[in-house]
């Protein structure tokens, strides 16, 4: 028995070495056997030469695309979710603005690394705000933003310096109060009293506002009918010649029940029936803009096109006269 055993290992042993030395002589390899497994040495020894041919992105045209990146960045600031803007004018319209520009939310921007780079944003703007989420611990609206946002005061002193230095905070001035916060009597006639009072007192960087308040019509217990005003641009009130051009009129759509709206008692830029909706303070080489949250999306009004003279106005004031 033990005899056939040595025969059988014997003849394994034999084969075994008769199919390494064939598999050699074929590939006329001087790796060792136990080193190819099946076909992967041919693999390894001759690797696959790929030619990877690059295909070209689909674009309707070089016009289309700006206007796409455009719009993408504008209009920056809104109450309502943006979706699908498609902008008033044609491709050329866009297409000839030779700015670009850097511009973040007031709970948004890195203090910190604008405290070393003055040119890391152009615009920091300041969206409507509704009363459930503002805080009002003082007068000092930039105060009550930095409570609001969660933002130190040293943030809140680098953003000054920042203004005082050529920045520009765009705020859109407005309080909005929602027909549940009545209806649940989370606020009552005496508080809502005192609410307009407190938002008549603000000051922002020391400077008193004008107020006034818009109330929509209520459907039922919880709804109200949306507030269209119209604003009629009769002439300008800055001396800036191409603030408003071609701008006739302004639609000003309150979705809430209670609308308090206020802008800073400097330099008016739109008034109407006697009331002012956009107007500005310079601080230092900067400026704060307050302006009432025009609608832009209405083709039939010139709401986008008042935001784009804006920008393009702060922006030469910035230097921002070529594509960065």
């Not at 076909?39 to 030619?51: A, F, K």
């Not at 920045?167 to 209806?183: K, N, R």
Request: with cysteine; proline share 3%; net charge positive.
């Amino acid at each position: 028995m033990k005899f056939y055993k040595l025969i059988s290992v014997f003849l394994s042993s034999v084969l075994l070495l008769s199919g390494c030395a064939e598999y050699n002589n074929i590939h006329k390899s001087k790796k060792k056997c136990n080193v190819c497994e099946y076909d992967i040495c041919d693999i390894i020894s001759q690797p696959e030469h790929i030619n990877i041919i690059e295909m070209p992105e689909y674009s309707k045209s070089t016009k289309d695309v700006t206007k796409r990146e455009m719009l993408s960045g504008f209009p920056f600031i809104s109450y309502k979710p943006i979706i699908d803007f498609g902008g008033k004018f044609p491709p050329e319209f866009y297409s000839s603005i030779r700015f670009r520009w850097k511009a973040v939310s007031f709970n948004n921007a890195n203090y910190w690394n604008l405290r070393w780079n003055p040119h890391l944003y152009d615009i920091i703007y300041v969206k409507p705000l509704w009363i459930g989420d503002f805080s009002f611990k003082s007068e000092d609206f930039l105060k009550d933003l930095s409570y609001t946002y969660n933002v130190s005061f040293r943030e809140l002193n680098i953003l000054k310096n920042w203004i005082k230095n050529g920045g520009v905070l765009w705020i859109e001035s407005a309080i909005y109060i929602s027909s549940y916060d009545v209806a649940l009597n989370r606020l009552n006639r005496s508080r809502l009293s005192r609410l307009f009072r407190k938002i008549r007192r603000i000051k922002i960087l020391g400077q008193k506002v004008n107020t006034f308040a818009l109330r929509a019509r209520m459907i039922d217990k919880f709804h109200t009918k949306p507030l269209n005003k119209t604003v009629v641009i009769s002439k300008s009130l800055s001396k800036q010649p191409n603030l408003l051009r071609g701008i006739h009129r302004l639609k000003l759509t309150q979705y809430d029940y209670l609308g308090a709206y206020f802008t800073v008692r400097g330099k008016q830029i739109i008034k109407y029936n006697g009331k002012v909706y956009a107007s500005y303070i310079n601080y230092g080489k900067g400026k704060i803009i307050t302006t009432i949250p025009f609608d832009f999306l209405d083709v039939h009004y010139d709401g986008e096109l008042y935001r784009w003279n804006l920008l393009m106005w702060l922006l030469k004031d910035r230097n921002r006269s070529v594509v960065r």
